[in-house]
Structures are given as C-alpha cells and as structure tokens.
C-alpha cells in the first residue's frame, strides 16, 4: 500500500497570505489528522476529520481549517499567515473506527516558510 | 487534559549498546494507547511501538521493546543493540481510546557513536 502523501512538499509564503495543504491517507484509511510541529511549541494537534466530519479541534485560531473530501483526501488552509505560522505541517492517517487500529501513520510533511 | 513528559532532552549510546528512553504521562483514562515515534533528520514520522493500557504484557518489536507501568504512568523505550541508523528524535504519544487525537511529548534525541 502507498503511504500518506503530501502536498506540497515546499512552500514559502508571505505575511497576509493563505495557504492550502493536501494530504492524501492510506488506501482504507478514514480518518486524517492534522499536526503542526515548531521548535518552540513542538507537536500540537491541529484537527482530526472522519467521513468528511471535523470530529476532533485542537486550540488554533479560525485561520486554521480544515475540510474532508469523500476519497478521505484532505485540505488545510491558513488565512492571513502570519510569521509564527511557520512550520512543519504533518497529516496523519488512521482506520478511524473505534476498534480499529489505533496507530496513525504520518505523511513526509509540509515545511512551511512565512517571510 | 492529557500530559506527556519527556524528562530527557538528548540521550547518547555507543552501537551496539542498550538505551533506555523515558516517558511519563498523565491522564484521568483507564483505557488508552500509548507510542513511541521516530523522527530521523528527513522529517518523516515513523511508528517504533505501540501499548494498549489494558495489556499488562509489554509490547515488543524486534529490537525495541517498552517498559509499561500503567500504576506509575511511566513508559519507557528500550533499544536494544544500538545501530546507526537508530539515531533520531523519539517521541512518546497517548491516544484516548475513542478519538485519533495524539498528545506528544518533547521528545528526545539520541545519538549513536559509532
């Protein structure tokens, strides 16, 4: 099976900016998280979708969002980017289901660069 | 509010040689999961192990193996026969059991010497 991919791989944008970040899940996987990971502030969980639903918000602004297409395929976007938005942007996918398996696997990542 | 505590920020072994990597965690759940994940230099995340919490056998997966103290809340990585390509950031992670949000710790990083 393929992994989860990600797309782009590169980005660097500028301040007031947005930006929109794709991940592809595993073949049979349901579930996408979404992760930001800064020197500063580490990993912090962005938001979890499942079945095109939103079931699960970590404490970012509403710049940060999400959506969930029906191929389970996701999107985040940034709006008004500002400099601390920069980072690596991880997505993960799982089976999602209560007694599937628990293990989230992670794509390669988005480095984001905000000048 | 689950908590992850990573105490050692940099760990170090000669190749080989066994390392132990420490994780304590907190959380009011009875049931969950636990993992320990490694970053290499690429970024990429890349799944080591993983422990239900309501198994009293520790898990195992070749060379790395976990010490799980559901009482203690302590979860600790073992490697055993360091090599080089064991030199990465590791990070420890709980999940409830319902819902796919990981809470992450520090994380620490571990050199091999060749």
């Known amino acids: 099976k393929a992994g989860v991919t990600q797309t782009p791989r590169y980005l660097i944008k500028t301040r007031g900016q947005q930006v929109t970040l794709s991940c592809s899940p595993i073949?049979?996987?349901?579930?996408v998280s979404w992760y930001q990971q800064t020197p500063g502030q580490g990993l912090q969980f962005l938001f979890e979708?499942?079945?095109?639903?939103?079931?699960n918000k970590g404490n970012f602004p509403g710049r940060f969002s999400g959506r969930q297409f029906s191929n389970s395929r996701s999107e985040m976007n940034v709006s008004t980017l500002e400099l601390g938005d920069s980072a690596l942007y991880l997505c993960?996918?799982?089976?999602?289901?209560?007694?599937?398996?628990?293990?989230?696997?992670f794509g390669p990542g988005t480095r984001l660069t905000v000048l | 509010a689950q908590t992850v505590t990573q105490s050692q920020p940099e760990m170090s072994v000669q190749e080989a040689e066994t390392v132990t990597l420490s994780c304590t965690y907190d959380?009011?759940?009875?049931?969950?999961?636990l993992f320990w994940y490694k970053q290499p230099p690429s970024r990429q995340m890349i799944l080591v192990i993983r422990?239900?919490?309501?198994?009293?056998q520790n898990a195992t997966e070749n060379r790395f193996s976990v010490n799980f103290q559901k009482a203690a809340k302590s979860f600790s990585l073992k490697i055993s026969d360091s090599q080089l390509g064991d030199a990465a950031m590791y990070f420890c992670?709980?999940?409830?059991?319902?819902?796919?949000?990981?809470?992450f710790g520090t994380g620490t990083r571990l050199a091999v010497r060749p």
């Open positions: 993960a996918s799982s089976l999602g289901a209560l007694r599937g398996g628990p293990e989230q696997f």
């Open positions: 073949s049979g996987h349901r579930s």
């Open positions: 979708y499942f079945s095109e639903t939103q079931r």
């Open positions: 959380t009011s759940e009875s049931d969950y999961y």
């Open positions: 422990q239900e919490a309501y198994k009293q």
């Open positions: 992670a709980h999940r409830k059991s319902s819902g796919d949000k990981l809470t």
